[in-house]
């Protein structure tokens, strides 16, 4: 029996012959692309959506089910399901990693292809599903900060170095350097990194001693790029001078520094601390723009911060009004102000506009 079922892709991952599911709309409300309609151009019409700074869209996927007595999944369970396979594939990539970075840091020997499998382990999660930044928001109960830190920071990393169109080589190499960026934070003392309190300048002096540990602890591996081992020094250094360990400025910040920066960044504030909560996505896309111009590379920023938030396209939240809703719509400008729909009825509440300033999204 055939089956159809609705799925978000990324327009990036579009094919000729897929069948929208849903109207795309614009931000001015008008149809750009109606539901039925069939893909055939298919760069033609990424163009033609990124310019209207639309990254996702519902198509149809066809299902051809035997009929067996057993229910199909809701989406609920499939949503479940997909939470618990991301897990697995972190748990698995997490024991890894650990082993690795106790090697390097030991200055033992390790093998190039060993850590490329990781690397493939940790592509293949982006690989496996549509939307890695739901899947990270929905992950809430990981608590060793280095580990989970680290595998965020090099999905979201690999996510903006395709959205730069970096060429393979280039995708490969950023991957590396997220991984690995972390692996110095094994050598600072474990209570200052687990504290609940704020840090006394003493405990962040020690903090930022872990690049210099990341670095000293690669540089010896041959299959390590420079351009690798540049990113795992240079990925707290600020557009600005105002960043750490060499105070470079600008254009003197390698690509996948400045990269990596943003990645490092939001990774960090969407998840909890011992000192503190975590806070929205659309929280630090606001905090990104009103507090970070300055520091991190403008065109990347800029770049990342539209691309961002059309990945919560769908998503469910809870408003501070007490209801539930799911955003349908990203504006270009306000960006963290979404259009939202609420549950179970025909009620569309613009969060950018002015009477509705005092709602906010205060879970995901």
Same mark, same amino acid.
């Given at each position: 029996m055939s089956k159809l079922r609705i799925k978000e892709v990324s327009i990036e991952d579009l094919k000729k012959g897929m069948k929208l599911a849903k109207d795309v709309i614009s931000q001015r409300g008008n149809?750009?692309?109606?539901?039925?309609?069939?893909?055939?151009?298919?760069?033609r019409?990424? @163009?033609?959506?990124?310019?209207?700074?639309? !990254?996702?869209?519902?198509?149809?996927?066809?299902?051809?089910?035997? @009929?067996?007595?057993? &229910?199909? $999944?809701?989406?609920?369970?499939?949503?479940?399901?997909?939470? &618990?396979?991301?897990?697995?594939? !972190?748990?698995q990539v997490r024991s890894r990693m650990q082993n690795d970075f106790e090697k390097i840091l030991q200055g033992e020997n390790i093998e190039k292809e060993d850590v490329h499998e990781n690397v493939g382990k940790i592509l293949d999660a982006?690989?496996?599903t549509m939307n890695v930044f739901q899947l990270m928001q929905k992950m809430e109960d990981l608590d060793d900060i280095t580990y989970a830190h680290s595998y965020n920071v090099t999905l979201i990393s !690999?996510?903006?170095?395709k959205w730069l169109k970096l060429t393979k080589k280039q995708l490969e190499d950023l991957t590396l350097a997220s991984m690995l960026l972390d692996i110095g934070k094994m050598k600072v003392d474990s209570e200052i990194l687990n504290k609940s309190e704020n840090f006394t300048s003493d405990d962040f002096l020690e903090c930022k001693k872990h690049v210099i540990y990341s670095y000293e602890a690669v540089k010896n591996?041959?299959?390590?790029?420079?351009?690798? $081992?540049?990113?795992?020094?240079?990925?707290? &250094?600020?557009?600005?001078?105002?960043g750490y360990p060499l105070a470079v400025k600008g254009d003197k910040i390698p690509l996948f520094a400045r990269i990596i920066a943003i990645a490092d960044i939001y990774s960090a504030?969407?998840?909890?601390?011992? !000192?503190?909560? $975590? $806070?929205t996505p659309?929280?630090?896309?606001?905090?990104?723009?009103r507090d970070y111009v300055q520091k991190l590379d403008p065109k990347i920023l800029y770049h990342f911060m539209h691309r961002i938030g059309s990945c919560f396209v769908g998503q469910q939240i809870e408003l501070s009004n007490g209801k539930y809703a799911r955003i349908i719509f990203v504006p270009s400008q306000n960006m963290y102000r979404p259009v939202v729909k609420i549950d179970n009825t025909e009620e569309i509440i613009d969060l950018s506009s002015r009477e509705n300033k005092d709602i906010e999204i205060i879970n995901f």
């Amino acid at each position: 029996m055939s089956k159809l079922r609705i799925k978000e892709v990324s327009i990036e991952d579009l094919k000729k012959g897929m069948k929208l599911a849903k109207d795309v709309i614009s931000q001015r409300g008008n149809i750009l692309l109606p539901k039925g309609q069939k893909l055939e151009e298919i760069q033609r019409t990424q @163009t033609f959506l990124e310019q209207h700074d639309i !990254y996702f869209v519902f198509v149809e996927e066809d299902q051809t089910n035997v @009929t067996t007595g057993i &229910e199909p $999944k809701t989406e609920l369970e499939k949503e479940v399901e997909e939470i &618990e396979l991301f897990r697995e594939d !972190y748990l698995q990539v997490r024991s890894r990693m650990q082993n690795d970075f106790e090697k390097i840091l030991q200055g033992e020997n390790i093998e190039k292809e060993d850590v490329h499998e990781n690397v493939g382990k940790i592509l293949d999660a982006y690989g496996n599903t549509m939307n890695v930044f739901q899947l990270m928001q929905k992950m809430e109960d990981l608590d060793d900060i280095t580990y989970a830190h680290s595998y965020n920071v090099t999905l979201i990393s !690999y996510s903006i170095g395709k959205w730069l169109k970096l060429t393979k080589k280039q995708l490969e190499d950023l991957t590396l350097a997220s991984m690995l960026l972390d692996i110095g934070k094994m050598k600072v003392d474990s209570e200052i990194l687990n504290k609940s309190e704020n840090f006394t300048s003493d405990d962040f002096l020690e903090c930022k001693k872990h690049v210099i540990y990341s670095y000293e602890a690669v540089k010896n591996y041959d299959f390590l790029s420079q351009d690798v $081992k540049q990113a795992i020094l240079m990925h707290h &250094e600020r557009m600005d001078g105002s960043g750490y360990p060499l105070a470079v400025k600008g254009d003197k910040i390698p690509l996948f520094a400045r990269i990596i920066a943003i990645a490092d960044i939001y990774s960090a504030i969407t998840s909890a601390r011992p !000192y503190r909560g $975590k $806070k929205t996505p659309f929280q630090v896309i606001s905090m990104l723009e009103r507090d970070y111009v300055q520091k991190l590379d403008p065109k990347i920023l800029y770049h990342f911060m539209h691309r961002i938030g059309s990945c919560f396209v769908g998503q469910q939240i809870e408003l501070s009004n007490g209801k539930y809703a799911r955003i349908i719509f990203v504006p270009s400008q306000n960006m963290y102000r979404p259009v939202v729909k609420i549950d179970n009825t025909e009620e569309i509440i613009d969060l950018s506009s002015r009477e509705n300033k005092d709602i906010e999204i205060i879970n995901f």
